[in-house]
């Protein structure tokens, strides 16, 4: 069985809004989300700007019973999939059942059940923990949280890949509506590690920019974080055709490859694996492209690599491409990073106005592809590419379709 | 009813979510409506506010009704400021 895929639903929240067209608002705008960190003190902070979400209460979210077993980083992946489930007209759903899938990507799930609960026992010499920790910090607990809202009750885990982990959950989910195995997922990415610690690790690397994030642009110092989630209802595409929902775009390929090099070192080659990969399982060829969402992190290594990786897929079409970092608006949302990508890339096409790369100061001669610098572009994208490219050498490309009816209108 | 048994009913209706009428001595987790996930807050919720460590063979999940949780703490705080009186003793 090979079925074609339809997305019908998409929700996304980060620092540019708490849904899709508060965050795609900001987007087309070219308005950047990367402020002064509020959540955690920054006199300790070298890198202290982040893309936080903001305006989000809770409280006013969720049941206070159910509030007390959510971590951030599932509540980020229940506002997001409520909004998803609105979209494709499934919000009342509480008992889908087991023709359906919840596969969802994090980086490191709960960390911030993980910090406060460790800064109990060693800074301030606890006793004990919320008997919650474990069940709140669990990387799965996101995707648990969704089956249990709507009584989803076939294959659902979590998929870690650091920063590819959301294309892998998407890319995975794509592949069993496909195929059959379930008739409905809802799948993305979601992450909350605006914390101390997390904050402290990343500086240790080096691979924080001071400023702010200005990816494929002369002047970049490197990443700058964000957090949220995106979420997806996939299924097959007459399926949604039959039940009257709407199409916003068709998922039709998936690549996936690791480097088997380094640990933190990209590599062109298998970035370029990867996104042959969702090009052929796709069906596509290079100049079937019209916009490629780049994983674009403003580092001194990816962008280059992510540059030479295109040259070599694409070759002449490379040129034609428009090709953005949306994490100059969002940051780099690790797990969920591909989530809100995808999310973005949908409405671009649904708009036909491609995001631009905000924080753009000027070339660098290492990056000289098309990067729609700080000013959107109204222009219709047939098919585009979304890249994730993770610490661990681990790659994940996701190929979109304009809807058929879409297709045919143009 | 002494505070040892006032701020454990208040705990049980605050971290159960219900009406503070509703506990009483004989009740018991079933009648609460009390489920394990429950307890295990209520227990978590005791230790932070006696200042306690609540050992499972003291107050497992198995507890019964309202006043077994009242008796098992009241010893283990009887226990913890006869310790603090005379330290080693206890």
């Known amino acids: 069985m090979n079925r074609r895929v339809a997305i019908t639903g998409v929700g996304c929240i980060c620092g540019l809004g708490n849904d899709l067209p508060a965050v795609w608002a900001e987007a087309a705008a070219g308005r950047s989300a990367i402020r002064p960190i509020e959540n955690v003190d920054q006199t300790r902070l070298i890198a202290k700007n982040a893309a936080e979400v903001r305006g989000f209460d809770p409280e006013t979210r969720f049941d206070p019973k159910l509030l007390g077993a959510l971590d951030r980083v599932s509540q980020f992946a229940l506002v997001a999939a409520e909004e998803a489930m609105r979209g494709a007209g499934l919000a009342g759903e509480t008992r889908i059942g087991e023709m359906a899938a919840v596969i969802l990507g994090s980086g490191v799930g709960g960390m911030t059940t993980l910090d406060e609960s460790f800064r109990k026992l060693y800074a301030e010499n606890g006793v004990r923990v919320h008997p919650f920790t474990i069940p709140k910090l669990m990387i799965n607990a996101p995707a648990c949280q969704i089956t249990m809202r709507y009584g989803i009750t076939g294959p659902a885990y979590a998929v870690a890949s650091a920063c590819s982990s959301a294309n892998h959950a998407i890319g995975t989910a794509f592949h069993m509506v496909r195929q059959g195995v379930v008739d409905l997922a809802l799948t993305g990415g979601t992450e909350a590690t605006i914390t101390l610690g997390t904050l402290k690790g990343w500086e240790a690397l080096r691979v924080m920019a001071p400023d702010t994030c200005r990816p494929f642009s002369a002047g970049r110092r490197g990443m700058v974080l964000g957090e949220g989630a995106g979420v997806f209802v996939l299924e097959p595409l007459d399926h949604a055709i039959a039940r009257g929902a709407t199409v916003l775009v068709e998922l039709v390929g998936f690549g996936m490859s690791s480097d088997a090099g380094d640990l933190i070192a990209p590599s062109a080659d298998g970035a370029a694996r990867a996104i042959r990969g969702a090009l052929r399982d796709g069906g596509l060829v290079p100049t079937d492209i019209d916009y490629i969402n780049a994983h674009g992190t403003a580092t001194p290594a990816n962008d280059p690599t992510e540059t030479k990786a295109i040259k070599a897929v694409f070759g002449d079409h490379a040129a034609k491409l428009a090709v953005s970092s949306t994490k100059s608006m969002h940051g780099h949302a690790l797990g969920a990073a591909g989530a809100l990508e995808l999310a973005i890339t949908i409405a671009a096409m649904r708009a036909g106005i491609v995001p631009p790369t905000a924080n753009y100061l000027g070339p660098d001669p290492a990056c000289d592809l098309d990067y729609v610098p700080n000013t959107a572009r109204v222009q219709p994208v047939r098919a585009a590419l979304s890249n994730s490219f993770a610490f661990g050498g681990l790659n994940a490309v996701i190929a979109v379709k304009q809807a058929p009816s879409a297709r045919v209108v143009a | ?90």
């Open chain 2, 1 to 90: 009813m002494d505070e040892v048994e006032t701020k454990i009913f208040d705990i049980i209706a605050k971290e159960a979510r219900i009406d503070r009428a509703l506990v009483k001595s004989d009740a018991t987790m079933e009648d609460l409506k009390i489920a394990s996930v429950d307890l295990v807050q209520i227990v978590f919720a005791i230790e932070v506010e006696f200042d306690i460590t609540i050992p499972e063979e003291a107050l497992g999940l198995d507890v019964k009704n309202v006043d077994e949780v009242v008796v098992a703490v009241r010893k283990l705080v009887n226990e913890s400021m006869a310790g603090s009186k005379a330290p080693g003793t206890a």
